[in-house]
């Protein structure tokens, strides 16, 4: 147990659906992340968030929308995906952006889009 | 800009024979460099990193490694594998500072340990 909670685990979607994935974290941390981790890729950074504030979005596609209604909690709206968007998503969160601060990392949503 | 490279895809071992799992980096200034773990079905696990103090960084389950900057090496070892370490294991550089302060993953090495 990390401190980083991501629900659900598992998730099958159709492409037309619309599905979120939750994160909560529970260290006190003011920066969360989600990555994407796909088969033989290293991991991507999707959207980095500063105390609620999107800080970063790696020019990724308009049909992942990210959402940080508070410092502890991080969705991630997902609608009208593609198949290639299966995939590992990791959410973590560390304290500031500090070169020396680890980032904690959740079990992760293993989305699967049919 | 920075990045690690992990020389090997797949690393196997046998039980009880030293590991190492290789990670060069690239860095215009100096980085902060950390190893993660992944077993099968879970996050990323911190187990260890190094901030510029010691060079040698001693983590969890026994590994340790070594920051050498003539190298630009940060190699992973342990002195005996045990089943349990059968896992994906990544490098990882951060660098700079503020939002942009990103963490650069390596592509991950698969640790297999034969009985």
């Known amino acids: 147990e990390t401190g980083v909670t991501q629900t659900p685990r598992h998730l099958v979607m159709g492409m037309t659906n619309k599905k979120s994935l939750k994160c909560e974290q529970h260290l006190g941390h003011n920066a969360m992340y989600w990555y994407k981790q796909s088969a033989k890729k290293p991991l991507e950074l999707m959207f980095v968030y500063s105390l609620e504030e999107r800080v970063e979005n790696n020019s990724v596609p308009s049909r992942f929308s990210p959402e940080c209604p508070n410092s502890s909690h991080l969705f991630l709206h997902l609608h009208t995906l593609q198949p290639e968007d299966s995939a590992l998503y990791l959410c973590?969160?560390?304290?500031?952006?500090?070169?020396?601060?680890?980032?904690?990392f959740g079990q992760g949503t293993r989305l699967t889009v049919v | 800009a920075q990045s690690v490279t992990q020389l090997d895809s797949h690393v196997s071992v046998s039980e009880g024979t030293p590991v190492l799992l290789r990670c060069n980096y690239s860095s215009s200034y100096s980085p902060s460099l950390f190893w993660y773990v992944q077993h099968p079905n879970k996050g990323l696990q911190l187990l260890l990193k190094?901030?510029?103090?010691?060079?040698l960084v001693k983590g969890i389950n026994g590994f340790e490694a070594e920051f050498k900057k003539s190298e630009t090496s940060f190699h992973l070892t342990k002195p005996s594998a045990h089943m349990s370490d059968a896992a994906e294991y990544f490098c990882?550089?951060?660098?700079?500072?503020?939002?942009?302060?990103?963490?650069?993953f390596g592509t991950g090495t698969l640790l297999a340990v034969q009985p």
């Open positions: 190094y901030t510029s103090a010691a060079t």
């Open positions: 973590a969160s560390s304290q500031g952006f500090s070169t020396v601060r680890e980032a904690f």
């Open positions: 990882v550089v951060r660098h700079g500072g503020g939002a942009t302060n990103k963490l650069i």
